[in-house]
């Protein structure tokens, strides 16, 4: 309880109260002033809360849970967590590798140590660079499987760290093995955490979000660092207790990052998103929650995925978009060229080709973002029902013009975002013009 003062006053009887709080919905009362002939000030008896919440403020953004999404505190608590782990064993790695540049040695040269560090970052900025212009452009679409690769490309590095002082005579290449390793995740788990903090922001504040996720893995930066001194410290001398502890910490380290992904619920449509909801749509007539795609789709990388799918998440692995035309074979060339594979809406901006099971999305030089979105969803109709029509092609075309339009609002009443088709840059596209005769394809 605060003092009380009290100043005389003629005014009739007036309360006022003085609240706190960055958003409407998380104000606390801080003081009570009351005016009649005397004045009064009542300050609220919970400090503590006021402080914790000030506190708080460094941390979450602003307006906080209401101005980001329900899925931000699962994946931050577990994005920390692995962020922790990664320091601590950091600070075992980087013992490990000073020890091999000959820290501590007389033997030991300035410019030796200068030249093997300059080799290590060097390949690791080629390695982004290099990285940065074959998957640049796919990291968008596929946000959770690159959250998790960097993670593993950050543990291979630190462990190649760890493994240099046992191969002296390759020391260089394996030092710059780990640094190219890194480099990956550097460039994948940045690009990622931006499109992140734009799904995470619900009030057009993703540049708080980006700020106060600075203060959280600065904070756990200096707590892992601070935990790996201690750890360093303990297991100098005993390579057992240290290879223990590396590994331990990584198993750990992509637990976490498993279950941070698997907090996350985007309502973004990329290839498996989009060939799940249509299948379950083409099934029921009805379309999935964000929630329950999420537990559906898949966030390992291809080649650590089991041969347990279903077929309805398959679907997106038999489409092709954006096929350079050229590339197709003879029999799918004239097929396009005879009109067989081009679509029969008047203003579509796309072709489909099929063979063995497969569907290419030719697009058009002046298609948007919209017609992208419609010829993958066509091609994905076109795959499910090869499986079952050998009338696929019409029986596809009658399912566009039937149901496509009810698809897409239904989508966007489930909270889905339509706009745009999340997917690799489309290079590569062709212009036609139909005739009774045929087809020129530009």
Not at 222 to 250: D, E, K, Q, V
Not at 340 to 358: D, E, P
Not at 385 to 397: D, H, R, V, W
């Amino acid at each position: 309880m605060g003092g009380e003062e009290e100043e005389h006053s003629d005014c009739a009887s007036v309360t006022l109260e003085e609240w706190n709080g960055s958003s409407s919905t998380k104000l606390f009362k801080t003081a009570t002033i009351t005016a009649s002939s005397s004045l009064s000030i009542q300050r609220s008896a919970n400090r503590i809360n006021h402080v914790w919440r000030r506190v708080l403020q460094a941390f979450v953004p602003e307006g906080f849970p209401d101005s980001v999404t329900p899925d931000y505190v699962g994946f931050q608590l577990w994005d920390t967590l692995q962020g922790l782990s990664t320091y601590i064993k950091m600070m075992l790695s980087t013992q490990a590798l000073l020890s091999a540049i000959g820290v501590g040695e007389k033997s030991a040269t300035v410019i030796g140590a200068t030249f093997q560090w300059f080799l290590r970052d060097f390949t690791g900025m080629l390695g982004g660079i290099l990285f940065t212009f074959y998957q640049g452009s796919n990291l968008d679409s596929n946000a959770k499987m690159w959250r998790l690769v960097a993670d593993l490309m950050n543990d291979i590095g630190m462990l190649m760290d760890l493994l240099s002082p046992l191969f002296p005579s390759a020391f260089i290449i394996v030092v710059c093995l780990g640094s190219l390793s890194r480099s990956f995740t550097g460039v994948a788990s940045g690009a990622t955490r931006a499109a992140l903090t734009q799904h995470f922001a619900l009030q057009e504040n993703a540049a708080d979000i980006s700020a106060k996720e600075g203060s959280q893995e600065t904070m756990a930066t200096m707590m892992g660092m601070s935990l790996g001194m201690l750890l360093a410290r303990f297991t100098s001398g005993n390579p057992l207790a240290i290879w223990f502890s590396f590994l331990s910490l990584t198993v750990f380290h992509m637990y976490a990052n498993y279950r941070a992904v698997r907090c996350l619920v985007l309502n973004s449509l990329n290839f498996e998103r989009s060939s799940i909801l249509l299948a379950h749509f083409m099934q029921t007539g009805q379309v999935l929650s964000p929630q329950q795609v999420s537990s559906m789709e898949g966030v390992l990388p291809v080649w650590a995925t089991s041969l347990k799918s279903t077929n309805s998440n398959a679907l997106h692995k038999r489409v092709r978009l954006g096929v350079r035309v050229s590339s197709l074979s003879r029999p799918d060339m004239m097929q396009l060229l005879n009109g067989v594979g081009a679509s029969s809406h008047k203003n579509a901006k796309y072709l489909l080709a099929h063979r063995k099971g497969n569907v290419s999305v030719i697009l058009h030089k002046d298609s948007a973002a919209g017609d992208v979105l419609k010829s993958y969803i066509h091609a994905i109709v076109m795959a499910n029902l090869m499986e079952k029509s050998t009338a696929f092609y019409l029986e596809g075309e009658a399912w566009m013009e039937k149901h496509y339009d009810e698809f897409l609002n239904k989508l966007r009443s489930g909270g889905w975002k339509t706009e745009r088709l999340l997917c690799p840059s489309i290079t590569w596209r062709a212009n036609w013009i139909s005739h009774t005769s045929g087809a020129k394809i530009d």
